[in-house]
């Protein structure tokens, strides 16, 4: 079990291999996943402030190639498999976005990130 640090926030624990945007919606926290964990928009972005969050994969990699201005620790949680404890930092949350009205469709629990799930 990895401990997931989300700056002003708190704490949780993730199993191994699931995805860090799933252990920080279960605990809580309403973390936006537009597109239902497939890489295709931003919304679920961290930024990782210490930890391993692991290689980034070809999906996410074109995805955040396609945006300006992001931190170099930027990463898409849906991408993410937990192998360690991390600390990231949550940009994007449903209570900072009420327009929006839901967080989006729950990523697939175990499916392989970069893919459609």
Do not use: F, K, Y
Request: net charge negative; aromatic share 0%.
């Amino acid at each position: 079990m990895a401990t997931i640090t989300m700056a002003g926030i708190g704490e949780t624990t993730c199993g191994d291999g699931r995805r860090l945007v799933l252990c920080i919606e279960d605990a809580g926290v309403d973390i936006l996943h537009r597109c239902g964990g497939n890489a295709r928009c931003t919304t679920c972005r961290v930024e990782v402030l210490a930890g391993d969050p692991g290689p980034m994969n070809d999906a996410e990699r074109t995805r955040l190639a396609r945006e300006d201005e992001l931190a170099p620790n930027t990463r898409l949680s849906c991408q993410i498999q937990v192998r360690a404890d991390l600390s990231v930092r949550v940009i994007n949350r449903l209570r900072d976005n009420p327009d929006m009205g839901d967080p989006g469709p729950r990523p697939e629990e175990w499916a392989a990130p970069g893919t459609d799930a």
